[in-house]
């Protein structure tokens, strides 16, 4: 199976590294010196990584065969792809590969079906499941421990504990005010 672990940003300096723009939770495992990454567009690789470094809190890397600024800036945009074993899990106990999240059906603790994940969305501060409902629309379920009870491989299901609003319209009101402005 093929993952996305980085995508190339603009050449540093002289002499052929590059940014990189991470997307693996393991980047000391697959972006370390030796891994041969596949790429797309696909005619620009396989790269092989040369040298790897951190520089003002980005990653640079080297090639095998990128020796100047004109060739490095020439993989610009690259996507950057690790062959990865369908069963491999991730090192850390709770975290999943994308892969393994893909279909698992939703349902909440009590049971009640919410529907399919059809996507993972990583953002900044969390990643969401964007889960397709029964009636075809769809619904945002961040990502976190305090909503995602559990995550069942075995039964390809997530188990969530939703606060009320995040799947339903009946959200809780936590305050009303009279129409002086005063709390009650």
Known sequence: MQLVVARIGRAHGIKGEVTVEVRTDEPELRLAPGAVL????????????????????????????????????????????????????????????????????VVTVDGAEVGRITEISHLPSQDLFIVERPDGSEVMIPFVESIVAEIDLEEQRAVIDPPPGLIDDRAEVAGTRDPAGEES
């Open 38 to 105: 596949f790429t797309d567009p696909a005619p620009t690789g396989p790269l092989t990584i040369e040298t790897g470094r951190v520089h003002s809190g980005r990653l640079l890397l080297r090639f095998e065969g990128v020796r100047d600024r004109n060739a490095a800036e020439a993989l610009r945009n690259t996507l950057l792809i690790a062959e990865v074993d369908p069963e491999e899990l991730p090192e850390e106990e709770g975290e999943y590969y994308d892969h393994q999240l893909m279909d698992l059906d």
